[in-house]
């Protein structure tokens, strides 16, 4: 179970719900949402926004003069370049905002390609121009490369190889490009690659799950001594901050995501509760799922054989304060601190809409949107 795009959703939850009760803020308007758990896999992914988007999704009534489906406003996600490219190239036919907040590929930055996406973490291009802003700084001209093999690796190299050299700074001792999941041979070779080079430089733009099976060879071989130099997709992966590790990973250098406060979420965090009255729902699911997976234990109908091997019942009543777990540390809000914003500004382009004088209207002959026959282009 990811813990961390857990509290990710929970945290655009708690936002919705603090703009809800902000009478300064989108005055008699109800936000609502729902979530959607990509798996991590684009099909998924694609298939749950054209969903949002289309209406697919359960009928509602409104009331007075609205009828049908509430207008969806926009979609906060997604996490990953490549899935956002899929999705925002559809969407973006109808003009639906996008707000993604990790998604860094400088190639999204694309008007013309992508013109209702938007995001609340820089482009990748600025972290390329960084990050060779610090070898520059420590005069380092010898460096190996390491990518993911997707949207966000190889687009990033394509911007480091040709910045780098034109910038006069140095060259590229090796490039490669890390696999998905585990492959003993190709990372033997690549780490067999880094051991044999004369370059003690390492950057890498790859995703946590890359660095994890690429360092788990690096200890395998001990290979010692290199400067790493890390994307902001690793840099603060705690499951890296170990005492096993720091070996070979102490001393890392890296662009990282600004941290941020956001006032009031552990509390909003602590009270998450499961609904055992309405466990088939799937934003319940979603909570039951968490709370399995933190307390070992299996709400009804158990498993067979789950209570004769020793296994507990959930009761729902269990306390999250009484377990150690990654979800209420609110001391490194990074992701969550983007989703937080994304939230925000979809509210506030509402707002702003909402706001509008007849006759100063920014749509035709001067118009203004309403709230009945919103358009998600019109924010």
């Not at 291009?125 to 990050?131: E, L």
């Amino acid at each position: 179970f990811d813990v961390l795009g857990f509290r990710q959703a929970q945290t655009m939850v708690f936002a919705i719900d603090e703009i809800n009760r902000n009478s300064n803020l989108l005055p008699n308007v109800t936000l609502g949402y729902s979530l959607y758990d990509n798996c991590l896999e684009l099909g998924i992914g694609f298939r749950a926004a054209l969903s949002l988007v289309s209406g697919q999704e359960e009928q509602f009534i409104l009331d007075e003069t609205c009828v049908g489906t509430p207008p969806v406003l926009g979609i906060v996600g997604d996490s990953s370049s490549t899935r956002s490219i899929a999705i925002s190239s559809v969407l973006g036919l109808y003009r639906v905002p996008m707000v993604s907040y990790f998604a860094t590929c400088s190639c999204l930055s694309d008007r013309q390609m992508f013109p209702s996406f938007f995001r609340t973490i820089p482009s990748d291009a600025f972290q390329v121009r960084a990050m060779i802003q610090i070898l520059n700084r420590f005069g380092w001209t010898w460096a190996g490369l390491l990518v993911s093999d997707d949207d966000y690796g190889l687009h990033a190299a394509k911007s480091f190889q040709s910045d780098f050299v034109q910038s006069g700074g140095g060259c590229l001792a090796y490039f490669e490009v890390l696999p998905w999941g585990k492959d003993p041979a190709e990372l033997r070779r690549i780490v067999d690659v880094m051991k044999k080079s004369t370059a003690r430089i390492v950057i890498v733009f790859a995703h946590e799950s890359h660095m994890i099976n690429l360092i788990e060879e690096v200890v395998r071989q001990n290979v010692t001594g290199l400067q790493w130099m890390a994307s902001e997709a690793w840099i603060a992966a705690t499951v890296l901050h170990t005492p096993h590790l720091m070996p070979y990973l102490g001393g890392t250098m890296g662009i990282a995501i600004r941290r941020g406060e956001i006032a009031g979420l552990r509390e909003f965090l602590s009270r998450i509760r499961p609904d055992l009255h309405h466990n088939n729902s799937y934003g319940n699911s979603m909570i039951n799922q968490f709370w399995e997976y933190t307390f070992q234990c299996r709400f009804a109908p158990l498993p067979a054989g789950w209570v004769e091997a020793g296994g507990a019942l959930c009761t729902g009543q269990e306390d999250l304060e009484n377990v150690e777990t990654e979800f209420l540390d609110i001391s490194n809000l990074r992701p969550e601190y983007n989703v937080y914003k994304a939230v925000y500004a979809l509210a506030y382009a509402l707002d702003e809409m909402l706001q509008c004088e007849p006759g100063r209207g920014p749509f035709s002959g001067h118009s203004c949107g309403s709230l009945q026959r919103l358009e998600p282009w019109q924010v």
